[in-house]
C-alpha cells in the first residue's frame, strides 16, 4: 500500500514538472555531481549498499541523463543510464530523496540493408544509413579474417541484419550485429552471432577477434557479467559490468592483453584499481587489488600475460577476488564474450544449433540482397514507456534528444 502511495505520487509529481536533458561531462563523478546540485550525500550515496555504490563508479562521461525541477527549481527527480538497460534514479518523496536502480525501457527492432560496395565498406555505410556505429560493427567483426583493403571490387555487395535499441523514439546505443555477408571479387563471405555471442564463418570456425588471457589462472568464476538483474531478496536492480574471479589473497593477476597503464590508483568501490587500455578501442579494468606490481605506473606498456598486481579485496568487496571489467569504446561488455577459450570449432550439438541458426540467417540475407533492401530508419511510436520503476511508468513528456 504503501509503495503504492509513493507510485502515485510520483507519477503526478512528474506531470507538469520541467524536464531537462543533459550530457554527464567527463571529469564528474557521481558524488561530485550530487554535490554540485546540493543533492544529500549520505541518503543518495554514503547509506546505499557497496554494490550500488560500486555502479555509481560506472558512470560513462557523454551519456544522456535528464533531471526534472519542481516549480521553484528544487529537483524532484534525476535519470542517469549506467548502461543501456539499466539507470539509476533519483526521486523525492515526502521531503526526502531516494535512490533506487531502474530498468531503462527500449524497444528493439531487427533492421537490415544491403548496398553496392563504391569506395569502402566503411565510408560506404556511412554514406547509406548516416551510422557511423553500423560502420564500426560491421568492418570491426570482419577485420581479423577478411582484408578489405585489397580484395574488395567496385560493386561488389554487402548486407547485413542487426538488432538496434530504441528510446524515446531514437536509436539508443551500440546495434548488435547478428549476421553480415560480403561480396569480394564475386565470392561470398559469411559472418554469424552464434547464441554463445561470438562470431562465427559459414563453416563454424570462430573468427578470430581480439582475443584476451584470463586474468587469473586456475580461479573460480564468483559472479558473472550481467546489464540488470533482478534480486529477488532484496527486490532491488542490480547490474553485474564484469566477471568475479574467487582466488586466493597474492595470487597474481596478469594484464588480460597488450597494452599501456590508463590508470593505476585506489578508488573507493573498486580498491586499488588497474585500467588498461588495448587497440581497438578496448579497455581492460581489474580491481579490489591487494598491491600492485612494483614499478608500474599510469602510462607503462604492458604485455599480455605479464603480472601486474596481485588479488585482495580492497574496495567495497566482501572477500579476496579479481573483480575483471572490459569495455569497448567505452560501453561494458561481457568479457567471457573475448577470453580466450580452446575450443574456438564448433562440434556436435552445438554445431547443429548453429547451422540451424545459420540457415535462418542465409535465407534473411539472400532475400534482402535478392530484393535489394534500403536502409531504413523506423520512426516509433511516441506513446512507449521509458522510464519504469518496475512496476509502473513513471514518466513525463520529456524533450527526447538522447
Ligand atoms: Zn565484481
Excluded at 559490468?241 to 597474481?252: E, I, K, S
Excluded at 587500455?277 to 614499478?295: D, I, T
Excluded at 573475448?338 to 552445438?350: D, H, P, R
Amino acid at each position: 500500500m504503501i509503495r503504492l502511495f509513493i507510485l502515485l505520487f510520483l507519477t503526478t509529481s512528474l506531470f507538469g514538472a520541467r524536464v531537462e536533458t543533459f550530457r554527464w561531462s567527463s571529469g564528474e563523478t557521481y558524488l561530485t555531481f550530487l554535490e554540485r546540485n546540493n543533492l544529500p550525500l549520505r541518503p543518495l550515496y554514503y547509506n546505499l549498499d557497496g554494490d550500488e555504490q560500486q555502479l555509481s563508479e560506472e558512470i560513462l562521461s557523454g551519456v544522456h541523463c535528464q533531471i526534472s525541477r519542481e516549480k521553484n527549481g528544487d529537483i524532484s527527480q534525476v535519470f542517469i543510464p549506467l548502461n543501456d538497460e539499466l539507470q539509476i534514479h533519483i526521486y523525492k518523496n515526502n521531503g526526502q530523496y531516494l535512490f533506487e536502480t531502474i530498468p531503462i525501457i527500449s524497444e528493439t527492432r531487427t533492421e537490415a540493408f544491403t548496398l553496392k560496395i563504391e569506395h569502402s565498406p566503411y565510408l560506404d555505410i556511412i554514406r547509406e544509413t548516416g551510422s557511423k556505429k553500423l560502420a564500426k560493427i560491421f568492418v570491426s567483426s570482419f577485420q581479423n579474417s577478411l582484408n578489405f583493403k585489397n580484395d574488395l571490387r567496385k560493386g561488389d555487395t554487402l548486407a547485413m541484419v542487426y538488432e538496434q535499441k530504441y528510446r524515446l523514439g531514437k536509436p539508443f546505443s551500440m546495434p548488435t550485429l547478428k549476421a553480415a555477408m560480403i561480396e569480394m571479387r564475386g565470392k561470398k563471405h559469411f559472418i554469424y552471432l552464434n547464441s554463445d555471442d561470438r562470431f562465427y564463418n559459414q563453416d563454424g570456425n570462430e573468427v578470430e577477434g581480439f582475443l584476451l588471457a584470463t586474468p587469473v589462472n586456475n580461479a573460480r568464476i564468483s559472479s558473472r557479467f550481467t546489464k540488470r538483474r533482478f534480486h529477488p531478496v532484496l527486490k532491488k536492480y542490480r547490474a553485474h559490468q564484469g566477471v568475479d574471479y574467487a582466488a586466493g589473497r597474492g595470487t597474481p593477476i596478469i594484464a588480460a592483453g597488450d597494452g599501456r597503464v590508463a590508470f593505476i590508483g585506489e578508488t573507493r568501490g573498486y580498491g586499488k584499481l588497474i585500467k588498461i587500455e588495448h587497440s581497438n578501442g578496448y579497455l581492460s579494468l581489474y580491481a579490489h587489488q591487494n598491491s600492485f606490481k612494483k614499478g608500474l605506473r599510469s602510462g607503462s606498456a604492458v604485455k599480455k600475460g605479464q603480472v601486474i598486481g596481485y588479488v585482495g579485496s580492497t574496495g567495497l568487496s566482501t572477500g579476496p577476488h579479481l573483480h575483471f571489467g572490459l569495455y569497448k569504446d567505452g560501453r561494458a561488455i561481457d568479457p567471457l564474450r573475448v577470453v580466450q577459450v580452446a575450443t574456438k570449432k564448433l562440434k556436435g550439438t552445438e554445431r547443429t544449433a548453429f547451422l540451424k541458426l545459420k540457415s535462418n540467417y542465409d535465407q534473411s540475407l539472400n532475400l534482402h540482397v535478392t530484393n535489394e533492401t534500403k536502409f531504413t530508419r523506423v520512426s516509433m511510436p511516441d506513446n512507449v514507456c521509458y522510464f519504469f520503476n518496475g512496476e509502473q511508468c513513471v514518466q513525463d513528456k520529456l524533450d527526447s534528444e538522447s
